[in-house]
């Protein structure tokens, strides 16, 4: 059974950027779409951003330009370069193929000054 391990997250002041990282277990890169989701204290856990294997992206609109999502295959990682940060951005944030399957631990995210 694969398995993700998301890294990266972290405190950032509204305005900030971090770069979250995804490594999974196995060789599933050239094969499945990759996506990143988050879910904020309190609510149901949402679709952030998706990547094809063929490298096509789709966004949630409230990171729309601000959010960018782009993988790895040699190295078996995905990546979400996240600017412009806001405190509504304050979320667990976890990797998985997309459709999703078995959820890692995740990496947390807080946007406060």
């Known amino acids: 059974q694969v398995q993700f391990v998301e890294s990266g997250g972290g405190l950032v002041q509204p305005g900030g950027s971090l770069r979250l990282s995804c490594a999974a277990s196995l060789n599933i890169f050239r094969i499945y779409a990759m996506a990143w989701y988050r879910q904020a204290p309190g609510q149901q856990r949402e679709l952030v951003a998706k990547i094809t294997n063929s490298g096509s992206t789709n966004y949630a609109d409230s990171v729309k330009g601000r959010f960018t999502i782009s993988r790895d295959n040699t190295k078996n990682t995905v990546y979400l370069q996240m600017n412009s940060l806001k405190p509504e951005d304050t979320a667990v944030y976890y990797c998985?193929?997309?459709?999703?399957?078995?959820w890692g631990q995740g990496t947390q995210v807080t946007v406060s000054s």
């Open positions: 998985n193929v997309f459709p999703a399957g078995s």
